[in-house]
Nanobody
Framework: QVQLVESGGGLVQAGGSLRLSCAASGRTFSNYAMGWFRQAPGKERVFVAGISRSGGTTYYADSVRGRFTISRDNAKNAVYLQMNSLKPEGADVYSC?????????????????WGQGTQVTVSS
């Protein structure tokens, strides 16, 4: 089992920045690729960013590339999502997820463990 706890969400104005954190516990964190997903009310989870288990390869949705940065610190069992130039997209819940294996995936159903999520609201 891997337990994931997100933090860092909140209310921010369009154009602003937030840094999300995801703390992991349980099994060896460095054995898992990690991903961030977001979910708007009543909609499906959407891939935002992913990172390989070593941190050497990152993946981004086209909608966030150049604005968001995913990183991880295996010594601290944590993954981060730096979000800049946020757009007024309302209130989404951002969740981190862990996937056994080398690489992250764009597909939510390929992740093994999920956090509860943290809400991010971007106002216009």
């Amino acid at each position: 089992q891997v337990q994931l706890v997100e933090s860092g969400g909140g209310l921010v104005q369009a154009g602003g920045s937030l840094r999300l954190s995801c703390a992991a516990s349980g099994r060896t964190f460095s054995n898992y690729a990690m991903g961030w997903f977001r979910q708007a009310p009543g909609k499906e989870r959407v891939f935002v960013a992913g990172i390989s288990r070593s941190g050497g390869t990152t993946y981004y949705a086209d909608s966030v590339r150049g604005r968001f940065t995913i990183s991880r610190d295996n010594a601290k069992n944590a993954v981060y999502l730096q979000m800049n130039s946020l757009k007024p997209e309302g209130a989404d819940v951002y969740s981190c997820a862990a996937r056994g294996g080398l690489r992250a995936s764009y597909r939510a159903d390929e992740y093994d463990y999920w956090g509860q999520g943290t809400q991010v609201t971007v106002s216009s």
